[in-house]
């Protein structure tokens, strides 16, 4: 067994251990996977590769490892989403087959159109879905923002004034769909075979519908047709859904505000800023 297996093992309970090798067999190997914040791991074993995320990733507003749960039971059997399996809700260790290929960047759906439409695709099936998610499965978008904003610790304060400003204005929302809430590149693969799949569940909740058509607007370039095909999606106003779009930069914006800036960041802030004095 590898060093950074076992760097991994110690992370674990006795528990959590013996579940690992009845449902994979023991390690043969396991690394960290970058920008995972040592809370992600590719392990190996003799039955193949596989993801195992641990219970500490991401303790941020809005996860919730119950809707989670409930929501891959759901998703189970679609070519496209993980196939995921938890140890616990105490300890809620999450194992799924690793799935070969490479992650998305802004440009991709420009180079490779097919995968804009197989995305539109599961966008109308999950806006369509009904499934219960348990007590937490509605998401006020104004507190979501609130939150994340209050967490912004180095936000420039002119701008978080602002800000928060803005967000006493965020109108209340009563129409509600699946959204997956984190559609950005680095959570949609192309896999070996040429198809989508996405990544990473864990903020997904009923909340304002047209918002994962706003993120991927937000983070993705693309042409007009495609623009407009999500407008279409969306079902809701122009004007709401640049509304959104703001909001998913300020998201953006405050998830980075979390530790010291880089430049690129204060200005990223600025720009913010601008447009919505515009």
């Known amino acids: 067994m590898s060093t950074t297996s076992t760097d991994l093992l110690t992370q674990m309970s006795p528990g959590a251990i013996a579940w690992i090798n009845q449902q994979i067999g023991p390690l ?26 641990s219970p500490n990733q991401r303790p941020y507003y809005g996860t919730d490892y119950q809707r989670e749960q409930l929501l891959l039971q759901a998703l189970r059997g679609r070519d496209w989403a993980i196939q995921g399996q938890f140890y616990s809700p105490n300890e809620p260790w999450l194992l799924y087959r ?8 802004a440009q991709s759906f420009l180079t490779t159109p097919q995968l804009f439409d197989e995305l539109c695709d599961i966008l109308v099936w999950t806006h369509c879905q009904t499934i219960s998610l348990g007590k937490n499965a509605n998401r006020d978008m104004q507190d979501y923002l609130k939150r994340y904003l209050e967490r912004a610790t180095f936000a420039p304060s002119e701008a978080k004034t602002q800000a928060q400003q803005w967000l006493t204005r965020f109108p209340k929302v009563h129409c509600l769909c699946l959204n997956h809430h984190d559609l950005t590149p680095a959570n949609l693969l192309q896999t070996d075979s040429g198809h989508l799949a996405i990544l990473d569940w864990e903020y997904a909740a009923f909340s304002a519908k047209g918002w994962d058509e706003a993120t991927l607007l937000h983070s993705f370039e693309l042409t007009d047709a495609q623009h407009a095909k999500l407008s279409e999606l969306s079902s ?12 998913c930069e300020l998201l953006d914006l405050c998830w980075y505000s979390q530790r010291p800036l880089s430049q690129a960041h204060v200005t990223a802030w600025q720009q913010w800023q601008i447009r919505l004095q515009q």
């Open 28 to 53: 043969l190997s396991a690394h960290p996977i970058e920008k995972g914040h040592h809370a992600i791991w590719h392990c190996h074993s003799i039955q193949g590769e596989f993801i195992l995320r």
């Open 98 to 105: 690793y799935i070969p290929g490479k992650m998305l960047t």
């Open 236 to 247: 809701i106003s122009q004007q709401q859904l640049s509304l959104y779009q703001t909001a």
